[in-house]
């Protein structure tokens, strides 16, 4: 996969789960940050080391976690305004389940990254650990207190 073909097949392929990635984070202009990702990958691929599908879903992933970062870095260094015409223009993105979207934000940043993470990006633990820089363990017990979480907010009795 060393070829615009490559980055091509890809985007097709990891696209929808480093954009579910981003949004779940809440990462403002998601798409904008997806396409920095998939530039990335296009221009580096050549230099990619892999073997496996799960290889490159791991170095995507790490990818798009560092331009999230990125693009954190360069919002909190410029002040933003939008006026109130310019904001009404946008339309809001279609999102599922309002309950389930409610449910995910009231998790804390760590949890809602490692949900996203193993769940949207489709990340295994120890990966997820690895990207994060947290014990294998950490991520478990982020995992378990998340999705515990998750649970008692969309079950009826919750």
Not at 15 to 29: E, H, I, M, N
Not at 39 to 60: C, H, K, N, Y
């Amino acid at each position: 996969m060393t070829d615009a073909g490559g980055a091509a097949d890809a985007y097709r392929q990891l696209a929808p789960a480093v954009l579910g990635y981003l949004r779940a984070r809440r990462v403002p202009d998601a798409e904008d940050v997806l396409g920095e990702v998939f530039l990335q990958v296009a221009r580096d691929l050549p230099r990619f080391r892999g073997d496996s599908e799960d290889d490159l879903r791991r170095w995507v992933m790490t990818i798009a976690h560092n331009r999230m970062a990125d693009a954190a870095r360069r919002r909190s260094r410029r002040p933003t305004t939008v006026s109130g015409s310019v904001a009404a223009l946008v339309d809001p993105p279609d999102l599922p389940d309002p309950e389930l979207i409610a449910a995910l934000a009231a998790l804390t940043d760590d949890q809602r990254e490692v949900v996203a993470l193993r769940f949207v990006a489709d990340l295994s633990l120890e990966d997820v650990a690895a990207l994060t820089g947290r014990p294998v363990g950490a991520v478990k017990s982020l995992q378990h207190r998340a999705l515990e979480q998750l649970r008692k907010a969309v079950s009826p009795e919750g």
